[in-house]
């Protein structure tokens, strides 16, 4: 069964970091180029980042760029977002996703949550 | 980018009517990658239809997507119960990304 799961989510103060984590399966990871899209709470969807198959190309929202990393581990099936200079407005879930190859639909994880507070 | 619009904001209808939901974009895209979903408090987003008419797995057949230019329209022929949530557009053809900002389906 294919499938995406974030993990990583927390709370923290502004300015903190964090690295949220996505894990793949059943399918061949290396194959496939990952977004990441937030969801603020009470808010609509936004795109934050996408990289490559191979990691060498990196893409971000203006919102986040200078202070969000996006990576991938192709050995390990994982997708990662560092997080850094956090501010209160990243608080929201976070989705990484893909789009099947194939039938070309767009496949979701179920989120984790990231809250930045004082 | 690609701008997304959704119309209407909100929609107040019974169960048993029809919804339509309607997304226009700024310019068109690849292949029609546009999706749409459905999203619940407290769930994450739920794939309805993608390629702008295709069913998602499990999705009833009372949703249904077409596509006119660059206007694509989402039908929900009886609303169920279950129905009565927020529906977002996405466009995936492009880089970036870009959604919709959301029409709500209420009970009237």
């Known amino acids: 069964q294919e499938q995406l799961v974030e993990s990583g989510g927390g709370v923290v103060q502004p300015g903190g970091s964090l690295r949220l984590s996505c894990a793949a399966s059943?399918?061949?990871?290396?194959?496939?180029?990952f977004h990441w899209v937030r969801q603020a709470p009470g808010k609509g969807l936004e795109w934050v980042a996408l990289?490559?198959?191979?990691?060498?190309?990196?893409y971000y929202a203006d919102s986040v760029k200078g202070r969000f990393t996006i990576s991938r581990d192709n050995s390990k099936n994982t997708l990662y977002l560092q997080m850094d200079s956090l501010r209160v407005e990243d608080t929201a879930v976070y989705y990484c996703?893909?789009?099947?190859?194939?039938?070309?639909?767009?496949?979701w994880g179920q989120g984790t949550l990231l809250i930045v507070s004082p | 980018e690609i701008v997304l619009t959704q119309s209407p904001g909100t929609l107040s209808l019974s169960p048993g009517e029809r919804a339509i939901l309607s997304c226009r974009a700024s310019q068109s895209f690849s292949s029609n990658y546009l999706a749409w979903y459905h999203q619940k408090p407290g769930q994450a987003p739920r794939l309805l239809i993608y390629?702008?008419?295709s069913r998602a797995a499990g999705i009833p057949d009372r949703f249904s997507g077409s596509v006119s230019g660059t206007d694509f329209i989402l039908t929900i022929s009886r609303l169920e119960p279950e129905d009565f949530a927020v529906y977002y557009c996405q466009q995936y053809g492009a880089s970036p990304w870009t959604f919709g900002q959301g029409t709500k389906v209420e009970i009237k």
């Open positions: 390629g702008a008419s």
């Open positions: 996703a893909r789009v099947t190859i194939g039938s070309g639909s767009p496949s």
């Open positions: 059943g399918f061949t990871f290396s194959t496939y180029r």
């Open positions: 990289i490559s198959y191979d990691g060498n190309d990196k």
